[in-house]
């Protein structure tokens, strides 16, 4: 069978065309513009489907299929659409360009780049609850309220924001600005299995003043308890007030949808020291994606495992341009306790973080700390691009069995791939036992490649005999994996046990190659053997463009990319990430 939001099938031409079908779904041939385009031609065309699936083929494109021949070139297509085809976008691909929701509902989109006759043939605001254009002649759209993103619900007030929880699968979006008396419960819209499969438009607006507490006895702690298929965008959360002792997130407590420019500020605060508590800045857990959102919450955890992130507790899904600025604190004081914590995310398996932020403030203390700045614990997936400027403060119980691990980047990494980061952080950790690193604290089976580093790092004893103490300027110690291309420009690394300016390989499955430290770094401790491989250089080499950027073919040392990663910054004489906010 085949589906289009405009047509099944395309023996002719569909040109300057608008599919504002929500859901196109079909057996084989699923798309948003045309279902199989046939010897047809699909041109300057834009598609702002939410859906467009096939079930059994998945070979359907988002704005068409071309099927015997059939050509496209020119169109567009929702950025967020959900498909079930092997995405290709491109000028004639059948997938189109990308489009964002924003541009999608401006005037100016059709105007000037699709080029379309916004005089004589499309108008906007033909009916003021429909957001796309449409074409004139139309005295209005009739559309139920909330059935599309195309038509949401205007919520304007305290009233209004309160009746989503009854609908938690329409479209709504604010029109004024929501403030909250913080007297009252928040009433967590979709505490269910079922989540929030709606859309929510902040319409960069803001909500001030969510307030929840214990007492509440939720499930889930944030506005929404689940993000299903659900997207919530340009929102601005203010003064927000949780309480929890399970699962929280100023945003969600579980997202499995999309959370996308967000803003949100506030404390967020779980107490519960017989079990185990995971706080988020933006959710809870992540199995969906979050970009371009921000998160200054202050968040304060205490349970026999706390786990934090400054975006994420736990991120098994996508976090991209986003950033933390705000103040962690963790007390677990039984002999027992762990504590999870990360500046964007706690643990994060299998998921991702890209071109993104972290300058949090940091204060840990458990039994077993695992502490970075970016994350607690990569078990997988991929730290990518990110500025990391983490004031990182860690102490122990005074317990023999007492362990630190904590990094500049993250505090242990069991896989996944830490790759092109820049950090800025300072370490002070105090133990029994001690594993810190300007990027890693231990490495267990992860690559660690081409990050840079002036972290200041210190390791002091609780004194218990003969402890591990390792620090170093890039991994504090390693069993395992790569540590590759790095190079460390900070100043210190002092150690009560071990010290070293690279980092230290504790047996012969772990790799340290081509990696560099500046000279003037002073490091402070034993020395341990076998040492690891690494190279001194001067400061005025550390500070040269031609260490990190000179094409390993030409003789260079290190070839690293400064066409769409790194750049130079020559009032800083040090290599910046390009399009992060570095600082």
Known sequence: AYAGGITGTNRGDIINCLSAAYSVSSDMYASSAAGANIGGTVKNTVCASAYARDVITTRSGRVTTNKQS?????????????????????????????????????????????????????????????????????????MIKGI??????????????????????????????????????????????????GTFDGNNHKISGIYISKKNKDKQYGMFGTISAGTVRNLKLERVSIEGDSTSGVIAANNYGNIYNCKVSGKLYSIAKDKSVSCGGVVGNNYGIIEYTSSSVKIKADGSVSTIGGIAANNEGFINHCSYSGKIQSECREKSSNAVIGGLVGINTSGNVYNSNSVPSIVSRACFNYVGGAAGIVHGGEIYKTFIGANMTVNSVDEENAVSYTGGAAGLAAEGLIFNNLCKSEIYADSSSIYAGGILGFNRGASVQNNYTSAKVSA????????????????????????????????????????????????????????????????????????????????????????YFAPIADGGRLGWDNSEVWYWNANALMPYLQDVKNG
């Open 460 to 547: 002091t004893s609780k004194g218990f005999g003969e402890a591990d103490i390792f620090a170093a300027g890039i991994c504090g110690a390693a069993e395992g994996g790569f540590i590759l291309d790095n190079v460390y420009s900070g100043t210190a690394v002092k150690s009560d046990g071990y010290a070293d300016g690279a980092a230290h390989i504790i047996n012969e499955y772990a790799m340290c190659s081509n990696n560099y430290v500046c000279t003037d770094a002073d490091i402070l401790g034993k020395t341990y053997l076998p040492q690891a491989e690494s190279t001194k250089v001067e400061l005025e080499e550390i500070q040269s463009s031609e260490l």
């Open 148 to 197: 599309t993103s195309y038509a949401p619900i205007k919520i304007s007030d305290e009233k209004g924001l309160l009746e989503v929880s009854k609908n938690t699968d329409y479209h709504y979006i604010l029109t004024d600005d929501i403030f909250l008396s913080g007297d009252d419960e928040w009433e967590v819209i979709a505490d269910n299995d079922d989540g929030f499969n």
């Open 70 to 142: 059939g050509a496209t070139s020119g169109n567009y297509c929702y950025d967020k659409m959900v498909s079930h085809s092997a995405v290709n976008f491109g000028e004639e691909s059948q997938d189109g360009l990308e489009v964002s929701w924003d541009e999608l509902v401006s005037p100016s989109f059709y105007r000037d780049i699709m080029k379309w006759d916004t005089k004589n043939v499309w108008q906007e605001n033909v009916c003021e609850d429909f957001r796309l254009l449409s074409l004139k002649g139309f005295d209005g759209i009739d």
